[in-house]
């Protein structure tokens, strides 16, 4: 592990890992990495090219966006408005 001084333009380099790429192009990424941003087989990742190198980042789905507005609707209450909206648009 590696610690870095921050300053306004300068990336916080928190962990240090090799990887080896491999004839198809394909990668491992370490376990610890993938326990902790709960990549699981399928998982998809965002590639950004940046002026350091390549950055990856989960992917967020649908799926990792349910509850996020849990403090303001119920489930229920969502559904309901979902199938008004979907009414709407049937009748339009």
Same mark, same amino acid.
């Given at each position: 592990? &590696? +610690?870095? +001084?921050?300053? &306004?333009?300068?990336?916080? $380099?928190? *962990?240090? #890992?090799?990887?080896? $790429?491999?004839? =198809?192009?394909?990668?491992?990424? !370490? ?9 699981? *087989?399928? +998982?998809?990742? =965002? $590639? $950004?090219? +940046? ?6 980042? !989960? =992917? ?15 489930? &229920? *209450?969502? #559904?309901?408005?979902? #199938? =008004? ?5 049937? #009748?339009?």
């Amino acid at each position: 592990m &590696e +610690t870095v +001084t921050k300053s &306004e333009n300068q990336v916080v $380099v928190q *962990e240090q #890992n090799e990887i080896i $790429v491999k004839n =198809k192009g394909q990668i491992t990424i !370490p376990v610890k990495i993938r326990k902790k941003y709960k990549m699981d *087989e399928g +998982t998809r990742l =965002k $590639v $950004v090219i +940046t002026e350091e190198g390549i950055l990856l980042t !989960p =992917k967020k789905s649908i799926w990792d966006m349910i509850g996020a507005f849990s403090d303001k609707a119920s489930v &229920e *209450e969502m #559904n309901q408005l979902h #199938n =008004k909206l979907r009414h709407e648009e049937e #009748n339009e």
